[in-house]
């Protein structure tokens, strides 16, 4: 099914190549195919594996000049929708857009994933056929928060892949994150907090205070700074770089921030609508309100990645237009050229056996 | 221990009593006593009884004109702290003012009780002296939070007092925050939400789906309209009125809402300190900004109700000054005026009825 805009077998062979699931979003192929004009500009050395269907991408990329010799396109008939099930889509999906970006990951073609699809159908195909990483129960996505330490943004994780999560998948999550820290951001040392209701030892849940006790066992071993429990307030915050959690939780605590920020938009800008005056001061302040715009804009820091997986996935917002389409795939792109995959799976391997000795030494 | 600075049994014939834990807040008793100017000076109708060091809170009172005949004090040797385990204060915190303040609402001396003392040792105080309603199994914190709501604000519950809910406490509290959200906010037939990560059916932890056919079953009943699962982002909107769920959940959106203003606030602050131009412009937006800081100023909303126990408690912030207490005593006096307590435990006990009928119509 691979078309002939390119050849493939000389696409791949220099620099990196990433696989786009160029379907699914809400905005469609023609912002995918916007995000990567915006990356080949800047980027030589990135080369695309597009799938979708191929007379619709084969127009939007013929119009595009850069993209000449850049892109193969990977013709697929079917696109999952938004609302489709994961488990519908494991079992019927093989012929989308999806399933197809992915096995590009899988068959080694390419050595990472974006797709601005349904996240729940992209957790479900990146874990059938991409695998877990052995010794991971559950995998998580992982985002970067804007916050106020000097990087400008936490990691945080899970906010989504699973609702639940075992002490010993929150162990697996700081170390992932550990990982993700410091080849995402670049922190030698990350500072590691576990979410909870309140920092004194006694609250909280039960469960929390098993991997409370695994995590601080791991931290001079893996190379990271244990603070402890750690609030809400505290994602957003300066007093650690990762923030581990379930699913559920950290899920929730997203789409709060989420919501948050755009009703805090929202009376901004009512209060700049209320009088003659104010619309004048708004005016006025308008530089200086974009430039506020620009460092909080989701945008610009698009791309929650699939950790604990036999390949990298980065799943950027069904949203997404060029802007965020850019910025995951330039997530992509520096995951992939510092090896991230395999710093990952040789932390949880490592950390698969630090936590047996935890119960070697109770025994 | 009662002082002489006014006669008690005089202060309590007529208007609604309230009873304040002066002590235990970060600013302190002045902070307190401040806010209650505040309050005296509009509404003619509150006595206050005050709970706390006497000599300390006789200076305070003596200093404010507006105050005589209006407040009758209360000793109490020890001060509850921040730090404070809620099991040793049980135990040990007989002689507390926040003790005592609670013990007033117990023995009838007052309609509702205010302070902004440790959370965890309010509410065990209050599950200890006062009881839980007849029916209710876990008591909750709920809270007013600024959504795009005609009226500004939904209700949110649990958002601390428990990090566990059952169906069945999930049921309660919907049942709760309607009964709040018609007493505190004037809605008649409010929309509720159950807090998901999804909003489609198959999406979350299977305890939710059995609290979401709970919940439909009781809002004819019980005059509500339940649009089922609603998602983090919902919180601060205008889908829903009340939204519901666990303690833990709960309190890290709360943390989390919290924390995201106030790293919006930050970098809005350094947006505008930028250049010379920016600052003009702040300058210029003052009013606009201002108006703005209003809106979300916490301070303004200040107060958690706990629901669910035989007398109304509202917790307001640790760190509240005298505009946060006097929006608590507000809060705590427009309940007291509306026979809220008594409101809630009918329907508590009508909705364990429904609730039981549930199990009889499936047998």
Redesign the interface.
């Known amino acids: 099914m691979t078309s002939t805009v390119d050849n493939k077998s000389e696409v791949v062979q220099s620099g990196t190549t990433i696989s786009i699931d160029a379907m699914g979003g809400d905005l469609g192929p023609a912002a995918v195919v916007a995000g990567i004009v915006r990356v080949v500009q800047k980027n030589k050395k990135i080369h695309f594996l597009l799938h979708g269907q191929q007379k619709q991408l084969q127009e939007l990329v013929a119009k595009r000049q850069s993209l000449k010799g850049r892109v193969t396109i990977i013709d697929s008939l079917e696109v999952i929708k938004m609302?489709d099930?994961p488990?519908h889509v494991v079992r019927h999906g093989k012929a989308t857009s999806m399933w197809s970006a992915i096995d590009s990951v899988r068959d080694g073609d390419a050595s990472v994933c974006v797709s601005c699809g349904n996240t729940?159908a992209l957790m479900a195909i990146s874990m059938v056929r991409l695998r877990k990483l052995n010794g991971v129960n559950r995998p998580a996505i992982a985002i970067l928060w804007?916050?106020?330490n000097p990087m400008g943004f936490n990691v945080m994780l899970d906010v989504?892949a699973d609702?639940?999560a075992d002490p010993k998948d929150l162990l697996q999550y700081a170390l992932m994150g550990v990982s993700y820290a410091r080849n995402g951001l670049g922190i030698a040392k990350p500072r590691v907090g576990l979410?909870n209701?309140?920092t004194?030892e006694?609250?909280?849940?039960s469960e929390l205070k098993e991997a409370y006790a695994k995590i601080e066992h791991c931290q001079l071993d893996a190379n990271f700074v244990f603070e402890g429990f750690v609030?809400?307030?505290?994602?957003?915050?300066s007093k650690v770089d990762v923030i581990i959690?379930d699913?559920?939780?950290g899920?929730?605590?997203?789409?709060?921030?989420?919501?948050?920020?755009?009703?805090?938009g929202?009376?901004?800008r009512?209060?700049?609508r209320?009088s003659p005056?104010?619309k004048?001061?708004?005016i006025?302040?308008?530089?200086?309100?974009n430039?506020?715009k620009m460092?909080?804009d989701p945008r610009r820091v698009n791309g929650g990645v699939f950790l604990g997986l036999n390949g990298t996935v980065v799943k950027s917002h069904g949203s997404a237009d060029a802007t965020g389409i850019e910025a995951a795939i330039k997530l992509a792109f520096e995951l992939s050229k510092n090896d991230f995959l395999q710093k990952v799976a040789a932390r949880v391997a490592y950390a698969g056996a630090i936590d047996n000795d935890v119960y070697d030494d109770a025994n």
Do not use: C, M, Q, W
Not at 202 to 205: A, N, S, V
Not at 284 to 289: D, E, G, I, K, V
């Open positions: 609302e099930k488990s729940g804007p916050s106020s989504g609702v639940r979410l209701v309140g004194e006694h609250k909280g849940r609030e809400g307030g505290d994602i957003p915050g959690t699913g559920f939780t899920n929730v605590a997203l789409k709060t921030a989420e919501g948050t920020a755009s009703l805090i929202y009376l901004l009512e209060a700049f209320f005056l104010s004048l001061a708004s006025l302040a308008f530089t200086s309100l430039r506020f460092r909080i």
